[in-house]
């Protein structure tokens, strides 16, 4: 069975194995070992929080570094990297700060190289509730805001989706079924209060995902 790192990261990742990916926020190190797993040499996962970076892997320790600040890791690696991958990391930069941390990160980038950022959804109605459980999160996006910031610093965006899940148990085809009857639920009651709206949302799963690259030239 597919993980869901495969379902939403595998098909994004570079052909060539010796490419190098960058992992902000890595935390415990779950996107490392997934990159390990697909044959990949050379990554690196960056994280200002030592205490979750003790719980990395031991075999995967050395591909990875506390920093104290992105600003400046960033500046100082310019086009170094074929792959940048920010899950669950964007909203925690504050909004008047975002594009600034954007741009740092599109330079990083090389020509031709990509990036993929995860983040919550905040048209579902639950966003505030994510929002409010964690006093670090600063900023909420949507799929027009996140498109917007990727945009802001130069960066061609070609897909903006809804986080992908695995098929589950027996139970999976109830799930869905449910979740498409409430997404519809959703969608009327923006056009409600909205009207029809071409900004109104398409995308309803509880986490966005936007790729994005770096032109040529």
């Known amino acids: 069975m597919c993980s869901v790192f495969d379902l939403n ?9 010796r490419a190098r990916i960058l992992d902000i926020g890595c935390g415990s190190g779950l996107m490392l070992a997934f990159l390990e797993s697909k044959g990949y040499m050379n990554f ?23 920093i104290t600040d992105l600003s400046t890791f960033l500046r100082e690696r310019d086009g170094s990297f074929d792959l940048i991958l920010a899950k669950d990391v964007l909203y925690y930069i504050s909004r008047h700060e975002a594009a600034q941390r954007m741009w740092e990160i599109a330079e ?18 639950t966003a505030a509730y994510t929002a409010a459980k964690d006093v670090g999160i ?77 032109t040529v030239g």
């Open 9 to 17: 990261y595998g098909r994004h990742l570079p052909k060539d194995h």
């Open 108 to 125: 990083a980038i090389r020509p031709g190289g990509g990036i993929v950022v995860e983040v919550f959804n905040g048209a579902v109605l």
């Open 138 to 214: 600063l900023t909420i996006y949507t799929e027009q805001s996140i498109r917007s910031l990727l945009e802001s610093a130069g960066l061609h965006v070609t897909e903006v989706y809804g986080q992908q899940s695995g098929k589950g148990g027996v139970l999976r085809p109830l799930y869905n079924l449910s979740a498409g009857f409430w997404k519809l639920m959703l969608r009327l009651i923006y056009v409600l209060e909205r009207g029809i709206d071409p900004n109104n949302p398409k995308i309803l799963e509880k986490s966005l995902l936007a790729v994005a690259y770096k």
């Open 44 to 66: 690196l996962g960056v994280d200002i929080d030592a205490d979750v970076l003790s719980q990395v892997p031991s075999h995967l320790q050395d591909r990875t570094m506390q």
